[in-house]
C-alpha cells in the first residue's frame, strides 16, 4: 500500500480549519549570526503565530529553522529583532526575568530518547515535568494517566527506561510531557524525521488532534512539505535564513512561488514515487 501524506481526516480539520486571529507569538526582524565575519544564519525574519493555529515551518537543513525555535524559547538570543509571547518580549531561559508559567513555549526535539534520562524510568521523568510546572502532586498521577491514554500509551510503559521503548512511542511520550506542563504554544523540531512512514503518520494525526483539542499553538519543523501539508493550518518555508513563504500549504505548489519552493516540491514529488515502490505489497 501508498502511505498518503495528503490524506485529510475530517474530525481532525473540522476544529482549526479557522485559527483564531489573537496573536500568541509574534517574531519581529530577527537576524542571528554566529561568527563574526560570516553571513547570517537568519536575516530579518517575522511572522505571527495565532491561537489555536498549527504553522508548519519548512526548509533544507541549514536554512535557520532549529536556530529560530532555539530563539523563540529562549535558548539563544537574536542579535536584533524580537520576540513577544502575547505582547511581551521572552526572556532568555536563566533570566530572573523568565518564568515557565509566564512564557509557557514548550518544545519537543527531534531525538526523543536523548531528551529523557536514561538511568530513570519515563513515570520518574513525566513527574519531574509536572513538578517544574508547579502541579501539586495529588493531581499527577491523573493527569499523568490521562495524557498517557490520549496518546495511546499503555499504563505500563510508566515503569520503562526509555532504552526499553520504541522510537514512535518514546516520540509520543516526548509529546506527552511537553503537554503535562500546560504550553501555549509548542514547537516540535523534526520530530518525525527519524520514523518509519506510518509511524510519522500517526504522529501527525495525533499532534495535531491533541493541540485542537485543546486550543495549542504549534510550530512544526519539517523538511518534508508533504507533512507540512498535512498537519499545518499555514506555511512558512526559510531559503538560506530568510522567509520565501507565508500562505497556506496548499499553495507551495502554486505558480508563482519562489524557485526553492519548486525545488522543495519537486524533491517531495520525486520521494512519493519512491514511496509507491516501496510501500506497495501484494
Not at 153 to 179: C, D, F, N, W
Amino acid at each position: 500500500m501508498m502511505y498518503d501524506f495528503d490524506k485529510e481526516t475530517v474530525d481532525m480539520n473540522e476544529k482549526g480549519k479557522n485559527p483564531g486571529k489573537t496573536p500568541v507569538l509574534e517574531v519581529e526582524n530577527v537576524w542571528k549570526a554566529f561568527n563574526a565575519g560570516e553571513g547570517p544564519v537568519l536575516k530579518e525574519v517575522s511572522f505571527t503565530l495565532f491561537e489555536g493555529e498549527i504553522m508548519g515551518l519548512a526548509g533544507v537543513s541549514g536554512c535557520g529553522k532549529t536556530t529560530l525555535s532555539r530563539i523563540i524559547t529562549g535558548i539563544i538570543s537574536c542579535d536584533r529583532g524580537k520576540v513577544l509571547y502575547r505582547g511581551k518580549e521572552i526572556p532568555k531561559i536563566g533570566s530572573r526575568n523568565r518564568s515557565l508559567n509566564e512564557f509557557p513555549v514548550q518544545m519537543i526535539f527531534q531525538n526523543a530518547i536523548a531528551s529523557f534520562d536514561r538511568d530513570y524510568t519515563i513515570g520518574y521523568s513525566l513527574r519531574e515535568a509536572c513538578t517544574a510546572s508547579g502541579m501539586d502532586k495529588e493531581s499527577m498521577d491523573d493527569e499523568i494517566g490521562n495524557i498517557i491514554s490520549e496518546c495511546d500509551l499503555p499504563i505500563e510503559i510508566l515503569k520503562k527506561k526509555p532504552t526499553q521503548v520504541s522510537g514512535g512511542q518514546m516520540q509520543r511520550l516526548a509529546i506527552s510531557r511537553a503537554l503535562l506542563t500546560k504550553p501555549e504554544v509548542l514547537i516540535a523540531d523534526e520530530i518525525i524525521s527519524a520514523l518509519d512512514i506510518p509511524i510519522q503518520l500517526r504522529i501527525l494525526d495525533l499532534l495535531r488532534q491533541l493541540a485542537k483539542k485543546r486550543n495549542l499553538s504549534v510550530i512544526f519543523i519539517a523538511h518534508d512539505l508533504m507533512a507540512v501539508k498535512r498537519v499545518s493550518d499555514r506555511a512558512v518555508v526559510l531559503y538560506e535564513g530568510e522567509k520565501v513563504f507565508d500562505d497556506t500549504p496548499q499553495n507551495i505548489w502554486g505558480e508563482n512561488v519562489h524557485f526553492h519552493i519548486k525545488e522543495l516540491a519537486d524533491a517531495v514529488a520525486k520521494v512519493s514515487l519512491s514511496l509507491m515502490d516501496a510501500t506497495t505489497t501484494n
